[in-house]
């Protein structure tokens, strides 16, 4: 799959993580910064991964932010995406099951490798199950 992944600086280490993860599971992964620690706004690199999300250009999302709450907050507020704030690898198979998300945000100073890893794996495995979810999701974008 094409995975875009971007985060501001307080998601730049665990970012670096997840992206080599990913390239190991064999995703082709498209880094839309930030490239450093130093001080960014993450609505810049939230935007662009949503937007590139959103024209199809890559088949799914990873944000990160200190809380995660900012890049999924504009994230959403992109057409057509629909981004989870994901703080465990459950909420991570529901967020796809029910929620059909395309974009997964993870709190990077309130979560680790391992949760974002394990969540992402769920989050590969599941599927929307549609049905009941399928006429919830058509109703977000009335
Ligand atoms: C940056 O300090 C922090 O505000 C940002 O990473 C994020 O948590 C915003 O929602």
Same mark, same amino acid.
């Given at each position: 799959m094409k995975i875009a992944i971007g985060s501001d600086h307080a998601g730049y280490a665990l970012k670096k993580t997840v992206y080599a993860w990913l390239e190991k599971q064999g995703h082709e992964v498209n880094d839309m910064g930030?490239?450093? %620690?130093e001080s960014v706004d993450y609505p810049d690199y939230a935007r662009k991964v949503a937007e590139a999300v959103a024209r199809g250009e890559q088949d799914q999302g990873v944000l990160l932010c200190g809380t995660g709450v900012g890049v999924s907050i504009v994230a959403n507020k992109v057409r057509g995406i629909r981004a989870a704030l994901v703080f465990s690898p459950d909420i991570a198979s529901l967020a796809r099951q029910? @929620? @059909? $998300?395309n974009i997964m945000c993870f709190p990077a100073r309130f979560t680790d490798g391992e949760t974002i890893e394990k969540s992402l794996d769920n989050w590969f495995a $599941? %599927?929307? %199950? +549609? +049905?009941r979810h399928e006429r919830r999701v058509a109703k977000i974008e009335l």
């Open positions: 930030t490239w450093s %620690e029910h @929620n @059909n $998300a $599941a %599927e929307f %199950e +549609g +049905g």
